[in-house]
């Protein structure tokens, strides 16, 4: 065949269809620009977890939940082979941290860990911006964590009984700190003055604060989580008189339980996690499975017992979690209806 002719003309083309025109143009669009695709296919639940997980704590750095939290975030890392970043976001008695979780998307990359004053909540306030129930979705309970009835170390109170004495005798002098309104050291304290006809006056903090006044003696009293605590009790920097639930406690065994000091609390804290509703199944499982190795590991055991509190034994699926915290709910509602305590 002859080479072309370069004097001559070139031979007409057919006219490209206009729909074959726009996919060709399309095509160079996405070729040539320096933007990525808008769209993207979702990450399926099999997936998970491929990023970094959050893990909001809604309570202070330092108090008992913050140290669960990063010691499961220590472990789940491992487990999980991705970042665990766990994200205080205090307030409002956890109410501000659970109203933010609630909001989150339901991908997996966001967990809640909080305690009892969860439950307490739909009882205690009279308006929320989030349904405990509804809005989330139960993953694990993670271990039951009593609270320690705490003086300071100089302290002429040694007993339950010296503090009844006490608050009988000249009730404007008594004040115990809580970690805020409507917590479960609230409650608590509101349960011991009903059950032993006293009137303390409830001075509630938010953080560390009241455990900072009660060893600086500014308050006569202050009911505190044993997570935090009993590093404190033990190195003699305050005392502890006594502790809710039906157990003493490994790390503290010469402390009595109200109800052998003859004040009959029993209800008991404790940490769990929580996602927000709608969170797939199959990532609630897995999150579930990965927690509740971490907590039948012999040494995450013994760093529990140690701190005060009580790993949970059997550990729980989510529906079982799930069914006990509605219970959970009703429980503490009667507690606060027996014991009189509102939040304004």
Do not use: C
């Amino acid at each position: 065949m002859p080479p072309p002719n370069p004097s001559l003309p070139a031979a007409p083309q057919p006219p490209v269809p206009r729909m074959r025109r726009r996919k060709l143009l399309l095509g160079a669009a996405v070729l040539t620009s320096p933007w990525p695709a808008l769209a993207q296919t979702p990450e399926s639940p099999s997936q998970w977890p491929k990023r970094t997980i959050r893990i909001v704590s809604p309570w202070a750095a330092g108090g008992g939940t913050d140290i669960v939290a990063r010691l499961l975030a220590e472990r789940l890392r491992q487990d999980l082979g991705v970042a665990v970043v766990v994200d205080a976001r205090p307030g409002a008695s956890g109410n501000i941290g659970a109203e933010h979780v609630a909001r989150q998307a339901p991908d997996g990359y966001t967990f809640m860990i909080t305690a009892a004053a969860f439950a307490i909540a739909p009882s205690l306030f009279r308006t929320l911006s989030y349904d405990p129930l509804k809005d989330f979705v139960a993953v694990t309970k993670i271990a039951t964590a009593p609270l320690l009835v705490l003086v300071p170390v100089n302290s002429p109170i040694r007993t339950m009984a010296d503090l009844v004495a006490l608050t009988k005798k000249d009730p404007k002098s008594v004040t115990y700190g809580s970690f805020g309104n409507g917590s479960p050291a609230h409650l608590m304290g509101e349960g011991i003055n009903k059950l032993a006809g006293i009137k303390m006056t409830h001075v509630p903090y938010t953080g560390g604060g009241a455990a900072t006044d009660l060893q600086g003696g500014t308050l006569t009293m202050a009911i505190l989580d044993a997570l935090s605590q009993t590093p404190m009790v033990k190195a003699g920097k305050v005392r502890a008189l006594a502790l809710n639930g039906n157990q003493r406690l490994p790390a503290l065994p010469d402390v009595p339980t109200l109800r052998e000091t003859g004040i009959p609390f029993d209800p008991v804290g404790w940490h769990a996690v929580f996602a927000p509703a709608q969170t797939p199944k199959e990532i609630v499982d897995k999150f579930n499975a990965a927690i509740n190795r971490i907590i039948a590991i012999p040494e995450v055991q013994a760093r529990i017992y140690d701190a005060g509190a009580f790993p949970v034994q059997p550990p729980t699926s989510p529906q079982q979690w799930q069914e006990m915290f509605r219970k959970e709910i009703q429980t503490w509602a009667e507690m606060v209806k027996i014991s009189g305590a509102s939040v304004n």
